[in-house]
């Protein structure tokens, strides 16, 4: 990872987790996410295009069914 991107990081979660008004890079500022009917939103999609967007990924789930990763696996094999 190089020096920008990780000076990018540091800023991002400075403005999400120490000090909400300073400048951050959107794209590296944490958010969390939910489902939202009224506004269309849904976490799968969410992750979806984060796992699209990726260089690589980590993952820690306290459990999982195949119901929750079945609608996942075409993107984790694109990714």
Do not use: H
Not at 39 to 44: P, S, T, Y
Not at 50 to 76: H, K, Y
């Amino acid at each position: 990872m190089n020096a920008n991107v990780i000076n990018e990081l540091k800023s991002g979660l400075s403005a999400a987790y120490i000090n909400g008004s300073s400048a951050a890079n959107l794209a590296y500022k944490p958010a969390f996410v939910s489902n939202n009917p009224e506004e269309g939103k849904k976490v799968i999609s969410s992750v979806e295009d984060e796992l699209l967007r990726c260089e690589e990924f980590q993952i820690s789930v306290a459990f999982i069914t195949m119901g929750g990763v079945t609608p996942l696996l075409q993107t984790l094999k694109r990714a």
